[in-house]
């Protein structure tokens, strides 16, 4: 039963979010044929059979039974429905195709610009309303790298300091991954860190995102945290070994300890008693404590990351917060647009980083139950930046090839026969449900993999 409500969650969920992408892209559309009188015969949010609607003036709008997108027909244009019985007449004044170029232009590209405007506000929104959080990069030093971890199989090494990422010195970092997306989706990607004292340069290999696949984490500032307990559980292993408050573990049968997820991962693999050395003020004590074997921890608790880094909470005015959302909408769109060119120049694995429905919707679900509404929208930003750059793709049956067609035109001064737009979009409308079968089709196969 919990397993059929999750699930049903996480549709739940994934089709409010499509919704939101999908009205405000065919918004987008709508508006700017109602700009220049054109007329629109359908807003439809989910492609046909239609299901349920009302009609309003000339236009009918209604929700269809294919919830993996929607479209606005107009009145004298080639789209999605394949309908061509207009040029059996003369073309009208509200038609599409009597229109100039350049209205048209406007009318195809509304659909991405409004995509685009929606990540802007969404997160101007949640900057205005939350603010962010900045780790001033002076304040990570030191970094723990485990063993298991992607870091380590890169050529990181515990010790290491951050000290650039492709040439660039960054001024903050922020929670989770320390690395931006805009950054890490380049097709060279080097790190400089201070080991040792001495400048070294990390150089991560070409499939670096094939590797992220696997382990989404690569650097986080929690690895900078030192094994210093801030608090203990009554009753508790610690509590009752009489490790207090303060306490600074340096070292765990006899090995030199530093950072507290190394403490974590020594705790977690001991097999009985463990005697640690207590940096306590000026003294240190020797304490032995046993691991809850059940849970394999002591319960203890790390310090407040915020105090520790000194994290800078930053409050956004109106106009600020829409200049930072544009920046992130910018940040995030070129690290999409680049990861996009990797995966068409076959640097990366098309099988391991194209997703479709079903690994958006699993997604979209994690970003939720991690981040509440405010992960949701985030999220549901970034969805609608990669919604706008795959539908500007110069692909028929897509808004990009919608506008190949009318770049043509205005520079030939000539229209492409409707013969020839029929069949590119025939055959653009095969490729997208081929490619829809495939990407379902290697969600649910990379889902029972695991």
């Known amino acids: 039963m919990d397993s059929i409500l999750s699930l049903l969650q996480t549709v739940g969920i994934f089709i409010g979010a499509l919704f939101i992408l999908v009205l405000v892209h065919e918004l987008g559309h709508f508006l700017a044929a109602k700009l220049f009188k054109m007329r629109v015969e359908r807003f439809s949010i989910g492609f046909p059979p239609r299901v349920v609607g009302f009609q309003k003036g000339d236009t009918d709008y209604c929700i269809s039974a294919t919830p993996l997108g929607g479209y606005v027909k107009i009145s004298g244009m080639v789209d999605e429905s394949m309908d061509d019985s207009f040029t059996e007449s003369e073309p009208q004044p509200w038609e599409f ?22 990540a802007v506000v969404i997160y101007a929104t949640m900057y205005f309303s939350y603010g962010a959080q900045h780790i001033p990069a002076d304040k990570v030093g030191a970094l723990y790298i485990p063993e298991t971890s992607l870091a380590y199989d890169l050529g990181f090494q515990t010790g290491d300091e951050l000290v650039s990422v492709n040439q660039t010195r960054p001024e903050s970092y922020r929670f989770g991954n320390m690395i931006s997306i805009n950054e890490i989706t380049k097709s060279d990607v080097t790190f400089e860190v201070l080991r040792d004292g001495q400048p070294t340069t990390i150089q991560a290999p070409g499939n670096l995102l094939d590797l992220l696949n696997e382990n989404p984490e690569l650097l986080s500032v929690e690895y900078a945290l030192p094994s210093q307990i801030s608090a203990t559980s009554a009753s508790s292993p610690a509590a009752e070994a009489g490790l207090q408050p303060g306490d600074q573990i340096i070292s765990m049968d006899g090995q030199p300890v530093n950072y507290w997820m190394q403490m974590a991962e020594l705790i977690r693999a001991a097999e009985g008693e463990i005697q640690l050395e207590v940096q306590r003020g000026d003294s240190v004590l020797t304490l032995e404590v046993t691991p809850n074997p059940d849970t394999r921890t002591i319960g203890v608790a790390p310090v407040d990351p915020i105090e520790y880094f000194g994290v800078e909470y930053v409050r956004y005015g109106l106009f600020s917060s829409i200049g930072q959302g544009m920046v992130t909408t ?5 690290g999409i647009v680049q990861g996009l060119g990797r995966l068409v120049s076959g640097s990366i694995s098309v099988r391991e980083n194209l997703g479709g429905p079903v690994a958006i919707a699993a997604v979209t679900r994690e970003a939720t139950d991690r981040g509440g509404w405010v992960g949701f929208w985030m999220f549901t930003a970034m969805l609608s930046i990669t919604l706008a750059i795959m539908n500007i793709l110069p692909i028929p049956v897509l808004d990009g090839g919608h506008l190949v067609f009318l770049i043509y035109e205005g520079i030939t001064r000539r229209e492409p026969s409707v013969k020839v737009r ?26 029972i993999g695991g």
Request: charged share 10%; no cysteine.
């Open 330 to 334: 910018v940040d995030n769109t070129v």
């Open 422 to 447: 029929m069949a590119l979009q025939q055959v653009g409308m095969i490729l997208i449900i081929g490619l829809m079968i495939f990407v379902t089709f290697n969600d649910i196969m990379r889902f």
């Open 97 to 118: 195709r009597s229109k100039p170029v350049w209205q048209r232009i406007i009318v195809i590209s509304a659909g991405v610009i409004f995509n685009i405007i929606l």
